[in-house]
């Protein structure tokens, strides 16, 4: 077991997790939020950060601006069809995105989001998880790790591989305890 690539991947499914919740809207708007909506443009997909600039002049307005200005209707239409349930709007310069206050039912929409973004994490987790502990077991049966070694090796991925679930759990519920505040 190479415990310094056990806690790589780790930090990668972590770090991964972490930006899945910045999309996640918490009461303000963020540009995080829509950057990453992908839109069928000169004949492939882009994502919207790289088709013009996104500023949030307000804390419940985030305004896009695209360099290429014939884009704006697939702009607008791409956000509007997104999960995020939002409606934009759109004149010849920029898109407008206003977001609606958020109802206390929209809340726990969004809080079973970071509940499925968690389990997604976890079962990443879990998989690096299985893999590390066949590598553990093939060594053992290649003869390259005594017994001792065998159940120290998996005891301390084990301890790693918890104190990173915990962490996302952590991440969780900050996120699900922002969203519940009024």
């Excluded at 069809?81 to 920029?94: A, Q």
């Excluded at 973004?117 to 079962?123: H, Q, R, V």
């Amino acid at each position: 077991m190479n415990k310094f690539e056990l806690k790589k991947d780790l930090t990668e499914a972590i770090d991964f997790f972490k930006s899945e919740l910045t999309k996640v809207r918490a009461g303000r708007a963020s540009s995080s939020l829509i950057e990453d909506i992908t839109i069928e443009v000169y004949g492939s997909k882009m994502r919207l950060k790289e088709l013009g600039s996104i500023t949030v002049p307000e804390s419940q307005l985030i305004i896009v601006s695209p360099w290429d200005r014939s884009q704006i209707p697939a702009i607008s239409k791409a956000i509007n069809t997104s999960e995020l349930n939002l409606n934009s709007s759109f004149d010849n310069e920029k898109v407008r995105v206003p977001l609606p206050a958020l109802s206390q039912e929209r809340r726990a929409e969004l809080a079973k989001l970071v509940s499925t973004k968690l389990e997604a994490c976890k079962t990443t987790i879990r998989n690096l998880r299985n893999d590390v502990m066949k590598s553990v077991d093939k060594q053992f049966t290649d003869k390259a790790l005594s017994e001792d070694e065998k159940f120290q090796q998996k005891e301390e991925a084990d301890k790693i591989i918890k104190d990173f679930s915990d962490q996302a759990d952590s991440l969780a519920d900050d996120k699900k305890k922002s969203l519940m505040e009024l």
